[in-house]
């Protein structure tokens, strides 16, 4: 019982030390422009104060979608979660350290199953598995708000579950300003590498946000 509570309290604390939006954000609306080889598209986005993704304007309507889906995830990360609603049911349990002094973490539950290293803090690493594939998310690098960190470069390697053969790699730089009391994206660089292999990317594809107004 002992390790599992040491455990909880070392993901717990890592959980809320990230930088997130606290009940009184308003939402905002920017300017958006996609960036991919010579290819250049444009349009307008809101994010609601009920934090619901509006993209608009954009030529090419899978572009669009993609520019929505990133969006999403940049709600996910920032959205505030109460710890006990969403982990009260889950079971705690501590793994290895490794040579740089992170800690394995894993989580179980009906839902989940994952595992992550906690490291300064901070969450590190995260291995999910969801039917036949798999990914991990390393971070290597985070910004400081003074309200919390916001993973500012990453990795996320796709995996086959089963064979643990890579099948890509994506690879995020993303940067932050102040408007307001509030973190917002204003960029973010994402390069691709098909064959998880090469040191050349085979695509990169840069979101910049710009124009950004709290509503």
Same mark, same amino acid.
């Given at each position: ?14 959980? $809320? ?15 958006? &422009? ?26 090419? &309507? #899978? ?27 889950? $079971? ?17 539950? $009906? ?79 994402? #390069? ?24």
């Amino acid at each position: 019982m002992t390790v599992q509570t040491t455990a909880g309290v070392l993901f717990q604390t890592a959980f $809320e030390s990230r930088y997130t939006w606290d009940d009184n954000f308003p939402g905002y609306s920017a300017d958006v &422009q996609l960036l991919q080889g010579s290819e250049v598209y444009t349009g307008k986005i809101h994010i609601n104060r009920d934090l619901d993704v509006e993209v608009t304007g954009v030529a090419d &309507q #899978e572009i669009e979608e993609g520019i929505y889906i990133q969006l999403q995830e940049t709600v996910t990360r920032c959205k505030r979660y109460n710890f006990q609603q969403s982990h009260s049911q889950h $079971e705690f349990t501590l793994g290895q350290t490794d040579e740089t002094g992170s800690v394995t973490v894993l989580v179980k539950g $009906e839902s989940i199953d994952s595992q992550y290293k906690i490291r300064d803090r901070k969450i590190c690493q995260e291995n999910r598995v969801m039917g036949r594939m798999a990914l991990v998310i390393d971070t290597w690098d985070y910004f400081d708000t003074g309200a919390g960190y916001i993973a500012s470069q990453y990795d996320v390697v796709f995996c086959n579950s089963k064979t643990n053969e890579v099948n890509s790699v994506l690879k995020f730089t993303d940067t932050y300003q102040k408007f307001g009391d509030y973190y917002i994206m204003t960029k973010q660089i994402v #390069e691709e590498h098909e064959n998880g292999v090469s040191q050349v990317a085979d695509s990169i594809t840069e979101f910049t946000y710009s124009n950004i107004k709290l509503l």
